[in-house]
Protein backbone atom coordinates (compact mmCIF):
# COMPACT_ATOMS: atom_id res chain seq x y z
CA UNK A 1 0.00 0.00 0.00
CA UNK A 2 2.94 2.31 0.91
CA UNK A 3 4.29 1.40 -2.71
CA UNK A 4 0.78 2.77 -4.39
CA UNK A 5 0.84 5.87 -2.67
CA UNK A 6 4.23 6.62 -3.34
CA UNK A 7 4.35 5.58 -6.78
CA UNK A 8 0.42 5.76 -7.58
CA UNK A 9 0.54 5.29 -11.68
CA UNK A 10 2.88 2.68 -11.62
CA UNK A 11 1.78 0.50 -8.74
CA UNK A 12 -1.68 -1.35 -9.13
CA UNK A 13 -3.00 -3.00 -6.30
CA UNK A 14 -5.33 -6.10 -7.09
CA UNK A 15 -7.49 -7.65 -5.00
CA UNK A 16 -7.00 -11.70 -4.26
CA UNK A 17 -8.60 -14.02 -1.82
CA UNK A 18 -6.80 -12.63 1.09
CA UNK A 19 -8.01 -9.46 1.55
CA UNK A 20 -11.21 -10.54 3.01
CA UNK A 21 -12.21 -9.77 6.78
CA UNK A 22 -12.78 -13.42 7.49
CA UNK A 23 -9.58 -14.70 5.72
CA UNK A 24 -7.86 -12.18 7.73
CA UNK A 25 -8.95 -12.87 10.84
CA UNK A 26 -8.76 -16.83 10.58
CA UNK A 27 -4.99 -16.84 8.66
CA UNK A 28 -3.26 -14.12 11.95
CA UNK A 29 -3.91 -10.72 10.01
CA UNK A 30 -6.59 -10.24 13.50
CA UNK A 31 -4.35 -11.43 16.13
CA UNK A 32 -1.62 -9.21 15.09
CA UNK A 33 -3.39 -6.10 15.01
CA UNK A 34 -5.07 -6.65 18.26
CA UNK A 35 -1.74 -7.20 20.13
CA UNK A 36 0.79 -4.73 18.02
CA UNK A 37 -1.80 -1.70 18.20
CA UNK A 38 -4.09 -3.26 21.47
CA UNK A 39 -7.13 -3.02 19.44
CA UNK A 40 -10.85 -4.44 19.42
CA UNK A 41 -10.31 -5.60 15.86
CA UNK A 42 -14.35 -5.85 15.94
CA UNK A 43 -14.38 -2.18 16.79
CA UNK A 44 -15.35 -0.17 13.30
CA UNK A 45 -12.67 2.41 13.81
CA UNK A 46 -10.06 -0.33 14.28
CA UNK A 47 -6.82 -0.46 12.00
CA UNK A 48 -7.90 -4.18 11.39
CA UNK A 49 -11.61 -2.97 9.99
CA UNK A 50 -10.23 -0.12 7.90
CA UNK A 51 -7.75 -1.88 6.53
CA UNK A 52 -10.32 -4.71 5.19
CA UNK A 53 -12.89 -1.72 4.07
CA UNK A 54 -9.95 -0.39 1.79
CA UNK A 55 -9.58 -3.94 0.19
CA UNK A 56 -13.67 -4.11 -0.55
CA UNK A 57 -12.49 -0.87 -3.13
CA UNK A 58 -9.79 -2.91 -5.00
CA UNK A 59 -10.09 -3.47 -8.14
CA UNK A 60 -10.88 -7.23 -8.88
CA UNK A 61 -8.99 -7.55 -11.98
CA UNK A 62 -7.00 -5.45 -14.89
CA UNK A 63 -6.16 -5.93 -18.32
CA UNK A 64 -2.57 -4.90 -19.52
CA UNK A 65 -3.12 -4.37 -23.73
CA UNK A 66 -0.10 -3.46 -25.90
CA UNK A 67 -1.68 -1.53 -28.53
CA UNK A 68 1.07 -2.05 -31.25
CA UNK A 69 -0.16 -5.95 -31.28
CA UNK A 70 -3.17 -5.88 -30.08
CA UNK A 71 -2.65 -8.49 -27.43
CA UNK A 72 -4.48 -8.17 -24.39
CA UNK A 73 -3.88 -10.22 -21.27
CA UNK A 74 -6.22 -9.88 -18.20
CA UNK A 75 -4.72 -10.03 -14.51
CA UNK A 76 -6.78 -11.54 -11.99
CA UNK A 77 -5.82 -13.13 -8.77
CA UNK A 78 -7.97 -16.56 -9.32
CA UNK A 79 -9.70 -17.12 -12.45
CA UNK A 80 -12.53 -17.59 -14.35
CA UNK A 81 -14.62 -20.41 -12.34
CA UNK A 82 -17.80 -21.49 -13.66
CA UNK A 83 -19.41 -17.95 -13.93
CA UNK A 84 -17.16 -15.59 -15.42
CA UNK A 85 -17.84 -15.52 -19.08
CA UNK A 86 -17.56 -12.01 -20.08
CA UNK A 87 -14.94 -9.34 -19.12
CA UNK A 88 -18.20 -6.90 -18.53
CA UNK A 89 -19.03 -9.07 -15.76
CA UNK A 90 -15.94 -8.50 -13.62
CA UNK A 91 -16.35 -4.80 -14.38
CA UNK A 92 -20.09 -4.75 -13.80
CA UNK A 93 -19.59 -5.78 -9.72
CA UNK A 94 -19.80 -3.11 -8.04
CA UNK A 95 -17.72 -2.26 -5.53
CA UNK A 96 -17.07 -1.91 -2.25
CA UNK A 97 -18.17 -6.04 -1.62
CA UNK A 98 -17.65 -8.51 1.00
CA UNK A 99 -16.94 -11.77 0.19
CA UNK A 100 -19.71 -13.91 2.11
CA UNK A 101 -17.79 -17.41 2.07
CA UNK A 102 -20.48 -19.97 2.82
CA UNK A 103 -23.36 -18.01 1.88
CA UNK A 104 -23.10 -17.89 -2.01
CA UNK A 105 -26.65 -16.41 -2.38
CA UNK A 106 -26.12 -13.85 -5.49
CA UNK A 107 -24.71 -14.12 -8.92
CA UNK A 108 -22.39 -11.29 -8.06
CA UNK A 109 -20.90 -12.95 -4.84
CA UNK A 110 -20.46 -16.29 -7.29
CA UNK A 111 -18.62 -13.91 -9.68
CA UNK A 112 -16.59 -12.88 -7.06
CA UNK A 113 -15.84 -16.43 -5.60
CA UNK A 114 -14.92 -17.58 -8.62
CA UNK A 115 -12.15 -14.30 -9.41
CA UNK A 116 -10.52 -14.68 -6.01
CA UNK A 117 -10.73 -18.71 -5.26
CA UNK A 118 -10.65 -20.31 -8.69
CA UNK A 119 -8.12 -22.66 -10.13
CA UNK A 120 -6.72 -24.13 -13.45
CA UNK A 121 -7.35 -27.87 -13.67
CA UNK A 122 -3.75 -29.64 -12.75
CA UNK A 123 -1.79 -31.06 -15.00
CA UNK A 124 -2.41 -34.19 -16.58
CA UNK A 125 -5.94 -34.40 -14.62
CA UNK A 126 -8.69 -35.73 -16.85
CA UNK A 127 -10.75 -33.37 -17.83
CA UNK A 128 -13.57 -35.57 -19.15
CA UNK A 129 -13.92 -37.30 -15.80
CA UNK A 130 -15.91 -35.76 -13.12
CA UNK A 131 -16.61 -32.56 -14.70
CA UNK A 132 -19.90 -30.55 -14.87
CA UNK A 133 -20.78 -29.18 -17.53
CA UNK A 134 -21.62 -25.63 -18.04
CA UNK A 135 -22.73 -23.51 -20.89
CA UNK A 136 -19.34 -22.22 -21.51
CA UNK A 137 -16.89 -25.26 -21.07
CA UNK A 138 -16.25 -27.71 -18.36
CA UNK A 139 -15.58 -27.10 -14.57
CA UNK A 140 -14.71 -29.04 -11.72
CA UNK A 141 -15.23 -28.96 -8.13
CA UNK A 142 -12.21 -27.20 -6.27
CA UNK A 143 -12.18 -30.32 -3.08
CA UNK A 144 -8.50 -28.33 -2.39
CA UNK A 145 -10.14 -24.99 -1.67
CA UNK A 146 -13.64 -25.95 -0.90
CA UNK A 147 -13.59 -29.58 0.79
CA UNK A 148 -16.92 -29.27 1.78
CA UNK A 149 -18.67 -27.73 -0.97
CA UNK A 150 -19.80 -25.23 0.72
CA UNK A 151 -18.64 -22.18 -1.38
CA UNK A 152 -19.06 -23.64 -5.11
CA UNK A 153 -15.38 -23.32 -5.70
CA UNK A 154 -14.14 -24.38 -9.18
CA UNK A 155 -11.57 -25.53 -11.48
CA UNK A 156 -11.90 -24.81 -14.80
CA UNK A 157 -10.04 -26.19 -17.94
CA UNK A 158 -8.59 -26.00 -21.22
CA UNK A 159 -11.86 -25.85 -23.08
CA UNK A 160 -13.70 -23.51 -20.82
CA UNK A 161 -10.17 -21.36 -20.66
CA UNK A 162 -9.99 -21.05 -24.69
CA UNK A 163 -13.78 -20.39 -25.19
CA UNK A 164 -13.21 -17.73 -22.61
CA UNK A 165 -10.28 -15.93 -24.56
CA UNK A 166 -11.73 -16.26 -27.69
CA UNK A 167 -14.77 -14.69 -26.16
CA UNK A 168 -13.12 -11.68 -24.55
CA UNK A 169 -10.00 -11.51 -27.13
CA UNK A 170 -7.71 -11.70 -24.60
CA UNK A 171 -4.23 -13.80 -25.33
CA UNK A 172 -3.72 -15.22 -21.89
CA UNK A 173 -4.62 -14.47 -17.96
CA UNK A 174 -2.16 -13.61 -15.68
CA UNK A 175 -3.07 -15.00 -12.26
CA UNK A 176 -1.72 -15.53 -8.43
CA UNK A 177 -3.23 -18.03 -6.39
CA UNK A 178 -0.97 -20.81 -6.41
CA UNK A 179 2.24 -21.49 -5.21
CA UNK A 180 4.90 -21.87 -8.44
CA UNK A 181 7.68 -23.75 -7.03
CA UNK A 182 9.64 -22.40 -10.20
CA UNK A 183 8.31 -19.13 -9.85
CA UNK A 184 5.61 -19.61 -12.97
CA UNK A 185 3.62 -22.43 -14.12
CA UNK A 186 1.98 -22.70 -17.66
CA UNK A 187 -1.73 -23.89 -18.47
CA UNK A 188 -2.87 -24.73 -21.83
CA UNK A 189 0.19 -24.31 -23.53
CA UNK A 190 0.92 -21.18 -22.05
Same mark, same amino acid.
Not at 128 to 140: C, E, K, L, N, R
Given at each position: ??? +????????????????? =?????????????? +? /????? *???????? #? +?? %????????????????? &?? %? +?????????????? =?????? =? *?????????????????????????????????????????????? *????? &????????? *? &???????????? =????? #???? /????????????????
Amino acid at each position: MAL +KLRYPKQIFLLRGNHED =KSVNKYLGFGDECA +K /RLDED *INAPGSVF #S +KI %NEMFEYLPLAAIIADKS &TQ %N +KVLCMHGGIGSTVN =KIEDIE =K *IQRPIAVNLGDITTTEQQLLIDILWSDPMESGEDETVGTMSSATGD *IAPNV &TRDPQGVNN *I &TKFGVGRLEKFL =KANAV #SMIL /RSHQVCSEGLDRFAQG
